[in-house]
T-cell receptor, first 109, second 115 residues
Framework: KQEVTQIPAALSVPEGENLVLNCSFT??????LQWFRQDPGKGLTSLLL?????REQTSGRLNASLDKSSGRSTLYIAASQPGDSATYLC????????FGTGTSLTVIP | GAVVSQHPSWVICKSGTSVKIECRSL??????MFWYRQFPKQSLMLMAT?????????EQGVEKDKFLINHASLTLSTLTVTSAHPEDSSFYIC???????????FGSGTQLSVL
């Protein structure tokens, strides 16, 4: 069974810092990997989708990479802002979606 | 981007009553819809996968008779929590996708509180 792990579980950084969130998965047979953010009491907002054949995707200050062979993905956030504070979840798509446990990010003004 | 609408956003009900939650894909046809449950500060737990016109596939440990899922059309799936009890109180989220290669889009979630 696919297992998805996210490290760290929580992260607190001062505003303006660049940061990296990590996601690892045990089964490399995936269709794609998606990064989401979740604000408290809300649903999930899709940030980036990387297909299994791709290495990275970029959107604004966000860059996600995928190394399928090693079972790893990173989400890089440049010049962090207080509005980036949220829980970030990665999900891999195999025969179903498997979610990581999330990283709770706090950006301190 | 695609929009998934989920209603209601929150519901409070008495123990023993049934609650229906709707999930609609507003601008695309969702071949597959998923229902999740989320406890505070925990990740999403997949409850069931629903394909239009067929029976939902439930994850191990999820009671089919307790959580009724109907996917009557390509744009609508419903989750009915039957005879709700306080332990069913949770945040329920639906998601939808057009195909395996495409993004997963989420509803805004439903906070259920059973008194």
């Amino acid at each position: 069974k696919q297992e998805v792990t996210q490290i760290p579980a929580a992260l607190s950084v001062p505003e303006g810092e660049n940061l990296v969130l990590n996601c690892s998965f045990t089964d490399s047979a995936i269709y794609n990997l998606q990064w989401f953010r979740q604000d408290p009491g809300k649903g999930l907002t899709s940030l980036l989708l990387i297909q299994s054949s791709q290495r990275e995707q970029t959107s604004g200050r966000l860059n996600a990479s995928l190394d399928k062979s090693s079972g790893r993905s990173t989400l890089y956030i440049a010049a962090s802002q207080p509005g980036d504070s949220a829980t970030y979840l990665c999900a891999v798509r195999g025969n179903q979606f498997y979610f990581g446990t999330g990283t709770s990010l706090t950006v301190i003004p | 981007g695609a929009v998934v609408s989920q209603h209601p956003s929150w519901v409070i009900c008495k123990s023993g009553t049934s609650v229906k939650i709707e999930c609609r894909s507003l601008d695309f046809q969702a071949t597959t819809m998923f229902w999740y449950r989320q406890f505070p500060k925990q990740s999403l737990m997949l409850m069931a996968t629903s394909n239009e016109g067929s029976k939902a596939t439930y994850e191990q440990g999820v009671e089919k008779d307790k959580f009724l899922i109907n996917h009557a059309s390509l744009t609508l799936s419903t989750l009915t929590v039957t005879s709700a009890h306080p332990e069913d109180s949770s945040f329920y989220i639906c998601s939808a996708t057009r195909s395996e290669a495409e993004k997963l889009f989420f509803g805004s979630g439903t906070q259920l509180s059973v008194l």
